[in-house]
């Protein structure tokens, strides 16, 4: 993780966790593999993206200008908040953050998180800190060293930036009745069956723990060297 001789910014391993569509358990799977790595010292942060009109310093409807307010970010410095970076605290992240866009702006967002993880590097002395964020559309501007894909077929809704990203997935982790992924039960419209068929695939419910095919892969990409640049 350390920036070489020429002062660049520092390498990372970091997993990023996404899905198509709302409350199909992204949040829960980062909390999964945090937990099952406890002595990983995790920074685990949320980016998320709001619609047109919404202030992301706030998330509420604002009057503000289209290039105003544009991101916003936050250490979460409480487990006892409700939000999804307090339950990564909860699951034993060492430090956990929420950015926020508006829809579009993320490119705006990063030098925030850049400044912010290079602090932690710096803070870290070389210490090899793993990061794991729950996002989509932050593959747009990176590789991480694991991406993994969360689906539900019982939610049709399929976010532009998941249908983009999915091909990408190192493991798909299905949610939902193993039977609504067969080959005798009716097609999918939002997934190709051959992507589901050639992509490694692992079951999860929620409250289960992470299945071990998900814990080799975070496990060789922990004893990797970080090759992110943020």
């Known amino acids: 993780m350390a920036a070489d001789e020429k002062g660049a910014s520092p390498r990372w391993r970091v997993i990023v966790v996404g899905?198509?569509?709302?409350?199909?358990?992204?949040?829960?799977?980062?909390?999964?593999?945090?937990?099952?790595?406890?002595?990983?010292?995790?920074?685990?942060?949320?980016?998320?993206?709001?619609?047109?009109?919404?202030?992301?310093?706030?998330?509420?409807?604002c009057d503000c200008a289209p290039t105003e307010h544009v991101c916003a970010f936050d250490w979460e410095t409480r487990a006892d908040t409700g939000t999804d970076s307090a339950r990564f605290l909860v699951a034993g992240a060492r430090r956990c953050f929420w950015l926020r866009t508006k829809q579009g702006f993320l490119a705006e967002g990063l030098p925030l998180l850049r400044a912010e993880l290079q602090q932690i590097s710096a803070d870290a002395h070389g210490q090899a800190l793993p990061l794991i964020l729950e996002s989509n559309s932050l593959l747009q501007f990176l590789k991480p060293s694991l991406y993994f894909a969360v689906v539900d077929p019982a939610k049709e809704d399929f976010k532009d930036s998941a249908r983009a990203?999915?091909?990408?997935?190192?493991?798909?982790?299905l949610r939902g009745s193993p039977d609504a992924f067969s080959a005798a039960a009716p097609a999918w419209t939002q997934l190709a069956s051959k992507l589901l068929r050639e992509k490694p695939s692992v079951s999860q419910q929620e409250g289960e723990p992470l299945p071990q095919p998900l814990r080799v892969l975070v496990q060789r990409a922990l004893e990797s060297p970080g090759t992110v640049s943020i």
């Open 165 to 173: 990203a999915l091909d990408r997935a190192d493991a798909l982790v």
């Open 19 to 61: 899905g198509h569509t709302r409350s199909i358990g992204k949040t829960q799977l980062v909390c999964d593999v945090i937990a099952a790595f406890p002595g990983a010292n995790w920074i685990a942060g949320k980016i998320t993206q709001y619609g047109h009109g919404v202030c992301a310093q706030n998330g509420e409807d």
